[in-house]
Structures are given as structure tokens and as C-alpha cells.
């Protein structure tokens, strides 16, 4: 059971029986990893915008995005995400177990044009360690045709699911997938 309190779907009212709406139709229900924040409407509200966004990113790929979440989650042990965005690259994607698998262990071995991988390399290091993030990083990454906004919208995501892996971690969520 996960340690804090959640409002069920049942029992959901106001801003939170209406965003839970939006999740089902968008979701089919609504997740657990969602679910966790409805104890604040503003704070599920923004977590589903901000998944909304990202969805229909324009740039940034679904694959590259799932792979960046996929593997802060591994830095942060956060297994629901780690095993749900595995299950994305697999049943969305069209990744086998071995390219997941391969891409957990080497980042770079991950089924993404090189130019995507470059900006997931740097997404990861940039989570790791934002103090040593140079000029010249970033100007290599605007040769391969990413721009600013680009950029900080990866990072963003992953710096983003650094804070979404601890909440899940924090509060025990249940795999409900």
C-alpha cells in the first residue's frame, strides 16, 4: 500500500474528479504515479500538464524521452519507472528486451539516432553532476541541430524525473501496470 494518502477515482471531486477524467480518457484510468498527487489538485494538475506536454513534444522524440526517464530512474533505483518506461520503449517504441537491456547497462548502445543520443549522454551527466556542464557541450549539442529550448526541455525532463522518482520512492507507489 503506498504510504500516503491518495483520493481513489470513487471518491475524487471538483479539480481532481475532473483531471482524473482527463487521465482516463488520455490513460485508460489513472496511475498510480499520478494518483500520488491528488492530495494536492495544483501538484497533479501541473505533474499532468507537464506529461501532456511531453507527449506531443514536437522535438524531442518519445523514444529519447522514455530513455532519458528510464535511465534517471535507474540512478534513483525508482523500479516503477524504470520498469515502465522499459515496457514503453518495448510495447510503444518498438525496442526488444535486448536493446532495453543494453541501453540500461551503456547508454550509448541505445536505439536512437546518434544526435539523440548525444543529447541523452548529456541529459544523464548534466542530472549526475550540473556543476561540470561546459560551454562546449552545449555548443556541440546546437551543432546537431538542438536548439536552447530544446536543450533545457531534456534536461528539464530529467531533472524533472529525479523529483517525480523520489516522490515515488518516498511514498512506497505500487506497480499497478
Known amino acids: 500500500m503506498t504510504l500516503l494518502k491518495t483520493v481513489s477515482p470513487e471518491a475524487a471531486s471538483g479539480e481532481v474528479a475532473a483531471l482524473y477524467d482527463h487521465m482516463k480518457a488520455a490513460f485508460g484510468g489513472v496511475p498510480n504515479a499520478l494518483s500520488i498527487w491528488s492530495e494536492s489538485p495544483l501538484l497533479l494538475k501541473q505533474q499532468f500538464e507537464f506529461i501532456g506536454y511531453y507527449m506531443q513534444h514536437p522535438r524531442l522524440s518519445g523514444a529519447l524521452l522514455a530513455t532519458i526517464r528510464m535511465l534517471v530512474s535507474v540512478d534513483t533505483k525508482c523500479i516503477y519507472c524504470v520498469e515502465f518506461n522499459a515496457g514503453m520503449l518495448i510495447n510503444m ?26 543529447l541523452l549522454t548529456w541529459v ?54
Open 124 to 177: 544523464l551527466k548534466s542530472v549526475q553532476d550540473a556543476n561540470h556542464v561546459t560551454a562546449e557541450e552545449l555548443d556541440a549539442l546546437r551543432t546537431q541541430d538542438w536548439s536552447d529550448q530544446d536543450i533545457l526541455e531534456a534536461l528539464s525532463h530529467g531533472a524533472r524525473m529525479v523529483a517525480g522518482d523520489i516522490i515515488l520512492n518516498a511514498f512506497k507507489v505500487k506497480r499497478d501496470y
Open 93 to 118: 517504441m518498438g525496442w526488444t528486451p535486448e536493446q532495453v537491456a543494453a541501453t540500461n547497462t551503456d547508454p550509448s548502445a541505445a536505439n536512437l539516432p546518434e544526435r539523440e543520443k548525444n
